[in-house]
């Protein structure tokens, strides 16, 4: 293993946000990355070559977390590199393949959104906290990051399940921060909404038509109006709030829209 003082383990890296964030973690100095997605991505091998970084691609549907929860565990056991932080990036997210109500959702879609959005990042957290215990008692700092969404917090008609999975990790992550704080060497927890960004998730809920989504005359304005932030822009953001120093004293930090 190269030599580094950070590892950041970040899920769903192979496009928008996820993508720029691992990009901007790549071109640090001495960074280490563990990526886990569906599929690898070429522009992180690239940059990662370029600037010399350790990259780690594991390629894997978070669908079913279990496996790869228990494969994490396993691999953080196994290196015992003297890290002066590890960092847990729960960033993949699902959202149903078509927006649309309830009652006109595949059972599967419902499914596939909960446990991707939801289930995984808990199993990956509880793997990640259980295995890096003996490195927080060599002093090594932790902090795990759930990537939010304002529509945790705001009912939108055809966002059920995306909304649902994203107030379930507000939530998890409420709980999670407490039972950190309660420990000497606790790990560092928040959940951050990262407002709106120009994403795919964006560009099909405007394309959506309002039978389907009442709400996408909106956010076709939020995109009209220029109110989006771009995926670079927000990844930069977002890594300010995790390498700042105020992390982990709020469990839900909300970035303006």
């Known amino acids: 293993m190269a030599s580094c003082d950070v590892l950041t383990i970040i ?12 990009v901007q973690l790549l071109a640090q100095p001495q960074a280490c990355v563990l990526h886990i997605a569906r599929h690898a991505s070429d522009t992180l091998a690239q940059v990662a070559a370029a600037r010399g970084a350790s990259l780690w691609q594991w ?48 059972a599967a879609s419902l499914r596939q959104v909960l446990r991707v959005d939801l289930e995984a990042p808990m199993l990956l957290t509880a ?25 945790a917090r705001l009912a939108v008609a055809s966002m059920a399940s995306y909304s649902a999975a994203k107030a379930g990790l507000d ?21 951050l909404h990262p407002g709106v960004i120009d994403t795919g998730m964006q560009l099909q809920m405007r394309e959506t038509t309002t039978q389907l989504f009442p709400a996408a ?41």
């Open 171 to 191: 939530q998890f992550t409420r709980c999670l921060a407490q039972e950190e704080a309660a420990k000497s060497q606790g790990a560092l927890v928040c959940a």
């Open 217 to 257: 005359d909106r956010f076709g304005q939020l995109h009209l109006g220029g109110r989006l932030c771009s995926a670079e822009q927000a990844a930069q953001t977002v890594l300010q709030v995790l390498d700042g120093p105020h992390f982990g004293k709020q469990a839900i930090v909300e970035l303006p829209v």
């Open 11 to 22: 899920t769903g890296a192979t496009r928008g946000l996820g993508q720029a964030m691992a």
């Open 59 to 106: 390629q894997a549907d978070l669908v079913d977390a279990s496996a790869v929860a228990a494969e994490l565990a396993q691999w953080l056991s196994q290196h015992d590199a003297h890290w002066q932080e590890i960092r847990l990036i729960n960033n993949a997210a699902v959202q149903a393949e078509q927006i649309a109500p309830v009652a006109m959702t595949p």
């Open 127 to 151: 793997a990640f906290l259980q295995a890096t215990e003996g490195h927080a008692a060599h002093g090594t700092r932790r902090k795990v990051l759930n990537i939010s969404s304002g529509l």
